[in-house]
C-alpha cells in the first residue's frame, strides 16, 4: 500500500505561481511512476503531468507545457508539480496518483491516489 497526502493548493490570481507536494509513505516510493491529474466541477479527471519512477523522464499535456513542471525527490518520498503562469481555465482539484508502470496518465489505471488539492485561480 502507498498512501499519497497532497498539500500545496489555494488561491492565486492569474499569472501567478503554486508548488503543489505529494508526500508519500508505505511501500517504496521510487518503485511508482508518478502522475498529477486535476478535475473542475462537471469535468472528468485528466491528465496534467506525469515522472518516471527515477525522474528522467516526464511528459505533460499540451495546454501545461512550458509553465508546469513536474518533478520527485525520492529521498524525502515526494513528488511536486510546480505550476507558473497560471490561468483560470487551471481551477480544480489537483490530484497525485501513483502507478507501477509509466507513463502515468490514464487515471483509471492508476494504484494508488492522494485525496487532492483544491486550485483556484482567479482572473
Known amino acids: 500500500q502507498v498512501q499519497l497526502v497532497e498539500s500545496g493548493g489555494g488561491l492565486v490570481q492569474a499569472g501567478g505561481s503554486l508548488r503543489l507536494s505529494c508526500v508519500a509513505s508505505?511501500?517504496?516510493?521510487?518503485?511508482?511512476?508518478v502522475g498529477w491529474f486535476r478535475q473542475a466541477p462537471g469535468k472528468e479527471r485528466e491528465f496534467v503531468a506525469t515522472?518516471?519512477?527515477?525522474?528522467?523522464?516526464?511528459d505533460y499535456r499540451d495546454s501545461v507545457k512550458g509553465r508546469f513542471t513536474i518533478s520527485r525527490d525520492n529521498a524525502k518520498n515526494t513528488a511536486y508539480l510546480q505550476m507558473n503562469s497560471l490561468k483560470p481555465e487551471d481551477t480544480a482539484v489537483y490530484y497525485c496518483?501513483?502507478?507501477?508502470?509509466?507513463?502515468?496518465?490514464?487515471?483509471?489505471?492508476?494504484?494508488?491516489w492522494g485525496q487532492g488539492t483544491q486550485v483556484t485561480v482567479s482572473s
Open positions: 496518483a501513483a502507478d507501477n508502470r509509466y507513463p502515468a496518465v490514464a487515471p483509471k489505471y492508476m494504484d494508488y
Open positions: 508505505g511501500r517504496a516510493f521510487s518503485s511508482y511512476a
Open positions: 515522472i518516471s519512477r527515477s525522474g528522467g523522464s516526464t
